[in-house]
Nanobody, 124 residues
Framework: QVQLAESGGGSVRPGESLTLSCIVTGYSSSINYYGWFRRAPGKEREAVALIADMGGHTHVDHSLVGRFDISVDNAEGKDTVYLQMTDLSPEATAMYYC???????????????WGQGTQVTVSS
């Protein structure tokens, strides 16, 4: 049974940084990629960043390049996926979700495994 657990969310001021973590446990042959997604108030869930499960192949939404970065640490028994966020703006306020799937895709349907989410709020 694959389980994902996010942490690291919180309330920050504009311009500050935050790093989210996602611990992935369990094994599935359906996992080749991890992704961070977010759902802002009143909006659909959208892809933020993707990474191959062993690292080395990444994608960050073009609007976030240079401010957001994704990485993965492969330890025995678990993977930890990070989302480093810098120079945050109020538009980044959202629930952030970690997901795992087989394809390098921005589509939610390609990720069968999801965490519960962690809230990020950016306000002055």
């Amino acid at each position: 049974q694959v389980q994902l657990a996010e942490s690291g969310g919180g309330s920050v001021r504009p311009g500050e940084s935050l790093t989210l973590s996602c611990i992935v446990t369990g094994y599935s042959s359906s996992i080749n990629y991890y992704g961070w997604f977010r759902r802002a108030p009143g909006k659909e869930r959208e892809a933020v960043a993707l990474i191959a499960d062993m690292g080395g192949h990444t994608h960050v939404d073009h609007s976030l390049v240079g401010r957001f970065d994704i990485s993965v640490d492969n330890a025995e028994g678990k993977d930890t996926v990070y989302l480093q966020m810098t120079d945050l703006s109020p538009e980044a306020t959202a629930m952030y979700y970690c997901a795992a799937g087989r394809r390098f895709s921005i589509f939610l349907a390609d990720f069968p495994f999801w965490g519960q989410g962690t809230q990020v709020t950016v306000s002055s």
